[in-house]
């Protein structure tokens, strides 16, 4: 089928969309959000590179898959993903993307309630995955690995793998933790196949000009010689899991109560009322 042109408009509309359904982004679980320029060509990329495929994202406070399915539903892509699940340890998250699917009728997006930590079990088997994890800066990409682990795992080891992290010639910390990560995929029979690097920024108020890149891992032909059942994360991977000194100790973050994240709350503001009201 011939691709549509992206009407730009309709594009970032629907991001806005999106966007006004995500709840606030929770700083000490590293959840730090891309801006919304970025999140327009970003889905675009995600949709084109797995088009008619089952994409697992493990974590997406950025609600990029809400996006992608969200533009398709539009119709201001015509291509894009099969089944998209999203597995993050934050009920908000996963609620709102509940929430979303419901009201917009998007049969083909879900989200699970998953902690990394845990082993990895699914009834369905997923052609690729996404994540955009925890940067592991404080501990050479531990956490980042993690989080490919079971990305890797949500396809069976046969498949492709999209993993966004911190991209940065100045600081000495990104450069290892890619190499990290390229190392521990190739354990795992991925190798790199694509790099596009420096893509987006976020809202980080003491790094704004941090940016990420876009590393592609696919699976080596004959993999299943890697092949080992999903164990939980021993305690040791934890530590400075999401930044120094802070484990990861959390097994979930539970949603309070239903919130209109596009709305004011009502703790935000208090009335000053006019004196004499006509
Ligand atoms: C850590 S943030 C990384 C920054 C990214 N830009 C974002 O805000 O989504 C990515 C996602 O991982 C989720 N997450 C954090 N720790 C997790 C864990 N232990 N298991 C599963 N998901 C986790 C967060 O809730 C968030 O949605």
Not at 245 to 265: C, D, F, T
Request: some cysteine; charged content about 30%.
């Amino acid at each position: 089928m011939e691709r549509l042109r992206v009407d730009l408009r309709k594009a970032i509309n629907a991001v806005s969309d999106v966007v006004q359904n995500r709840p606030r982004p929770l700083r000490e679980f590293d959840q730090i959000h891309m801006k919304s320029g970025d999140m327009v060509l970003q889905s675009e990329m995600v949709a084109d590179w797995a088009d008619g495929k089952r994409l697992a994202f493990i974590g997406d406070g950025d609600a990029i898959s809400v996006c992608v399915a969200y533009m398709r539903k539009r119709g201001v892509l015509n291509f894009g993903p099969s089944k998209i699940t999203v597995f993050d340890f934050d009920e908000r998250t996963v609620q709102a993307v509940k929430r979303f699917a419901d009201k917009e009728r998007i049969e083909h997006l879900d989200a699970v309630l998953y902690n990394c930590f845990d082993e990895f079990c699914s009834a369905t088997k997923y052609d690729c995955f996404y994540t955009n994890p925890p940067w592991g800066a404080y501990n050479n990409g531990e956490s980042v690995n993690l989080f490919v682990e079971r990305g890797v795992e949500a396809v069976g080891y046969h498949g492709e793998g999209m993993i966004v992290i911190a991209d940065d010639d100045e600081l000495p910390w990104p450069k290892q933790v890619l190499a990290s990560v390229q190392k521990f995929s190739r354990e795992r029979g991925f190798y790199v196949s694509k790099m596009q690097r420096k893509l987006h920024t976020y809202h980080l108020d003491d790094a704004p000009d941090l940016q990420s890149c876009n590393l592609y891992v696919s699976s080596l032909p004959g993999n299943d010689v890697n092949e080992t059942p999903s164990l939980p994360a021993t305690p040791e991977r934890l530590a400075n899991f999401y930044g120094r000194s802070q484990q990861l100790r959390v097994k979930y973050v539970r949603e309070k109560k239903i919130l209109n994240y596009g709305m004011a709350h009502e703790d935000e503001y208090s009335l000053e009322m006019v004196k004499d009201p006509p």
